[in-house]
C-alpha cells in the first residue's frame, strides 16, 4: 500500500521542476495517507492562488500545510503550470462522475466546465468532418482513431505531462490505434457479446455456433442484435472463424449467407431499448453490450451474459484533445487527473465500465470488480480482438443495408 | 393570384417606386435566409454527389457518377418510405380534419387554449414520449399485455409493427396537419354553410361546395408538411419499429454517419429531392388546375 | 335532418375528446415516471419518489440544457414568425415569376430531409467560419445562432405556409374599401390584414417553438461548445440509459405551461364578462337605433 502511494505520488505528481519538488517535498507524509478515496476539498484554495509567476515554496507550502490540516488523503498536486480557467468537453451524457468533475473544478480553479454531449461516435466524426471546433477533450471510440489522426483532427500529447498513463495496463498501450503512443489516453474498455435469458432458453448459448442454432430453433423471434454495423459483423465473421474486421470479399460473402438466414428469425435491431425487451420476456438473446445487465436487467434473476468461445470484440474508449482545443494547458490536467487512482476508481464505480488502469482497482468496489460482465476473465480477455474501422468497405455496407431490410421478415 | 392583389394600386410613380421597395423589403430577410441556408447548402450537396469518399470518410473532390448509379439501383428503402408516408398522411388527415373543424367551427372561446393544448405535448423531448408509447404498446403495463389477457392469445407483438410506426408517426406530425387546416377553416363563414342549406343543398354537396373549396389550401399545405418529413423520418421506425422498417432516413443515416460515406449519402438525398419536388410540384398542379377554372368561371 | 346533425355534433366533441387523448396518453406515462424511484433505468418501477426532480433540479449540465432550449427556439420562433409573414405578404405583391420562384425555394426547404441540410450546413458554417478566421482574424464558432439560423429556414417556411394559406381566398373587400378611403398601407394592415391573419400567425410561431425546442438532429450538427440543447442530453443519455431525470424535467415544465394557460383562462374569462356586458349594452343601442 505505502509503496504504491509513493508510486502514485511521483507519478501522478507535475513534472516540471518546480512541480516535482511539490510532490517530492511530500513524500514523507506519504506513509500517513490512507488509501481510501477523500473529498481533495481541502486543497481546493491552494492550487488556485498560485500564480505562475509565485516562487516555489508558496504552493509547495500551501498544499502542504492543506493536507496536514485536514489530512486529506488526496495529495493534490499543484499544477506546474497556469491552467486556462475553463474546460470544454465532447462526450457522452453520464459518462464522467459529477464528484470528479467538482473536485477538478476546485482543485485547478476552473470556472466553468462545459459538458457537451453526443450520442454516437458517428455523430463525432461527422462534426470533426464537416469542420466543427471549439472543444478541447472527447472520448472517441478506439477503431475511430487511425482515421481521426490521419485528419489531423487530434493533437499530438507529450506524454511527460500525463505521468499518469503510466498505470494503464500495457494490454491497452502502443497497440495498432496508437502505436506510438502520441494520441490517446485510453478511457474504459468492455466487450460485445451474447446477453441471455436463462429460463426462456433449452440451452445456455456459449458460443457464437449455438447462438447461430438456437435463432433459427427456439429463438426465433425472440433475438434481438444492436443496430451497429460492425457489432453484428462479429457474429458470422467469428462464428466462421475469421477476423471480426475481414474486408475479404470472400468472407464477407459466407458472413452475408449468415446474416440473410438469421434476419427473418429475428426480432428487431435496436440498441436503445433492448434491455428493456429482454426484461419484460419478448426477448430471450441479444446481441449485444454489457451496460443492459446493470440498468434494465438490474432484477432479471435468470440474465446472463457470455463471451463467445470463438472469440469477441472488445472496445476502449479513449481520451483525446482536439487539435484546435482553445484551452490545452486545462485539457492536458483533466487527462493526469482523471487517471489518479483514486479518481479513477470512482469513476469506475460511477459508470460501472471496465477501467484500463490498475491502480484504480484498488478503489472499484469489489462487487463490481467481481463482476465478469465488467471485468473480463483473463480467459475471455485472450478471445477479445479489438474493432477496427472498416467504414471504407462498400461490401460491408451494402451487406448491411441487405441485413437490415430483411431483418423481422 | 393576380400580382397587385393587396389592393395598394400604384397611383402615382412616386407611389410605384415606394410599393416596390415595400414588396422587395417584405421579401428581403426570407429571401436572404433562401439563399444562404438554403441554396448554398445544397449547391454543397450537389457538388459532393459526384465525389468520392476520401480515405478516412467524408469527401473527396471528384466527378463520378458512381454514387448515383448506387443509389438508383437501391431504390428498396425508397419506396418502403413512400408507403408508410402515403399511409402517414392519410392517417393524419383522418385524426386531424374533424379535429381542425371542431377547433375552428365549435371550440368558441376556448379556442386559442385547446390550440396551445395541442402543442403542449410536443414541447416534452421527442425520445422520451417515444418511450412512454414503448410502455404503453409494449406487454407488460401496456396494450399488448391488455390484449392477451383480455382474449386469451398468445404473443400479441405491436411494437415492430408498421402500426406501431404508423401511430408513431401520425402522433408526431398531427400538429403539422392541423395547423394549416385550422388555420383555413377558421376563416370560413358559418353562415356559407347556412346559406348552402337554405338553398336546399344536401350536407355532402355542402361539404364539396362550400366546405372543401376553402379547406383546400390548408389541406394542401397540410399533407406536403407532413408526407415530406415523414419521408426522411428515421428515429421513429428505429424506436417503435424495433428497426424491422427500414426507410429512406435511415438509408441516409446509414451512408453519411456510419459508412462515412458523403457523397453517396448525397447522390441519394439529391435524387430524393428530385422526386419529392416533382411529386410537389404535381400535386400542386393538380390541385390549382382546379381552382383556377373555378376562379375563371366566378369572374 | 336535426337528428343527423345531432350525431354529427357528437361525433366532432368526441373525435376531439378521444384525439387530444390520444396525445396525452404518453404524456401521462411520461408523468407517472417521472415519479419513479428507480435507481437508473427509466423503464423499471422502483416504486413512488420525488427524488428525480431534485437530482433535475441539481443538475448543471441539464439545467444548462434547459435554458439553451429557450435561448434558441424563442428567438427562432420571433424570427421564423416576422420573416415568414412578411414574405407572405410580400409574395402577394409580386409576378409568378418570382413568385414560383419563391414556392419551389419553400417547399424545398421542407423536402430536404434534416440529416442532409443539417450536415451541408454544417460545411457551410465551418467554411465560412474558416474563411473569416484567416481573413479578419475575428473569433467565430458555431453556438446559438448557428442553431438558430438553421432552424429558422424551416420554421419561416412554415410560417410562409400558414399564412399564405389563409391569405388566399381571405376577404379582400375589406383592404381594398380601406385602401378606397385614403387609409396608408400600413394602417390598412394593422386595422385589417393583421387581425385577420392572427391565427395563422400565432399558429406559426406556437409551431416554430415546439419544432426548435425539440429538435435533435439539426441541432446535433449546428451546435457549438456551450450550446447543447435538451433534446441532446436526452439522445446523449441513450447509451448509458435514459433517466427520469427528463421525465422530471419535462413534467415540471408541464406543470408551470398548464398553470400559465389556466391564469390565462381565467383572464380571458373575465376580460369576456366585462366585454359580453359591454357589447351586450352596444347591441340593444343597435337594436334599439333600428
Redesign the interface.
Known sequence: MTERDIKDLLTQGPVSRRGFLAAAGLTGLSATIAACTGTGGAASDAPTAAPTAAPTAVPTAAAASGAVESAAPTVAPAPSYAVEDEL?M?N????ISDENIKKFKAEYGLKKF???????N??L???L???????DVASPTMNYL???I??GFLQKLDMSRIPNMELINPVFRKQWWDPTEEYAVPKDYGTTGILYRSTLLPSVPTSWKEFYDLIKGEASGKT?FV?S?DDVFIFPLKMLGYSLNSVDPNELEQARQILLEVAPHL???????Y???M????ASMALGWT??L???L??TKDKGYVVPTEGTAFWLDTWVILADAPHPEASYAWLNFIHRPEIQGEETNF?LYATPNDAAKAYVKPAILADPAIFPSEEALKNLEGQE?T??STQR?DI??EF??K??G | MAGTATGVEPRAPANRLRNRLLTFGLLLPAGAWYLVMLVLPLVIILIYSFGV?A????YEPAFVFDNYARAIS?A??FI?SLQMSVMGTIGCLLVGLPLAYFLAMRAGRNKSTLLLLLVVPFWTSFLIRT?AW?IIL???LGLAGQIESIFGVQDV?I??SSFAVLLGLVYGYLPLMVFPLYVTLERMDRTLIEASKDLGAGRWSTFRQVTLPITLPGLVTGSILVFIPMMGEYVIP??L????T?LMG??LV?D???????PSGAARAVLLIIVMIVTVAGYLWFVNRGRRTRDVSVL | MDRWAGLVEFYFRFHTVVVYAFLYLPIFVVVVFAFNGT???I??WGGFSTKWFGIALEDE?VKTALANSFIVAIPNAILATVFGTMAALGLQRVGRKLKMTFDTLTYMSVIVPEIVIA?ST??L???G??FVRSTFGWKV??GYPTIIAAHVLFNMSLVLLLVRARLSGMDRSLTEASADLFATPWRTFRQITFPQLLPAIVAGFLLSFTFSFDDFVIT??T??????TLP??V???????V?PETNAVATMMLAFTLLLLLVGQMILVWQARRQGRRSTAAMAGVIADT
Do not use: C, H
Not at chain 1, 462545459?114 to 454516437?120: E, I, W
Not at chain 1, 426484461?279 to 419478448?282: K, P, V
Not at chain 2, 480515405?55 to 467524408?58: A, E, I, Q, V, Y
Open positions: 470544454i465532447y457522452w451524457a453520464e459518462y462545459q459538458y457537451d454531449v453526443f450520442d454516437n458517428d455523430v466524426m461527422a462534426k468532418q464537416g469542420g466543427a471546433s471549439g472543444y487511425p482515421a481521426m490521419e485528419s434481438i443496430k454495423r426480432y428487431g435491431l435496436d440498441s436503445n431499448q434491455g428493456q425487451t426484461a419484460d420476456g419478448t451496460g443492459e446493470g440498468q434494465s438490474k432484477d459508470n474501422d467504414s471504407d455496407n448491411w443495408e437490415q431490410s431483418v423481422g | 469518399r480515405r478516412n470518410g467524408g437501391k428498396d428503402p418502403e418511450y414503448l409494449g406487454p407488460n407483438q411494437l415492430g428505429e424506436l419499429g424495433v428497426g424491422r427500414y435511415n438509408a446509414t453519411f454517419l456510419e459508412a462515412r460515406n458523403w | 435507481e437508473r433505468a423503464t423499471l449540465v450536415l454544417l460545411v458554417f465551418a467554411t467560419f474558416d464558432n458555431f446535433t450538427f451546435s457549438g461548445p456551450g450550446s447543447s441532446l442530453f439522445f446523449g443519455q441513450v447509451r448509458r440509459g433517466t
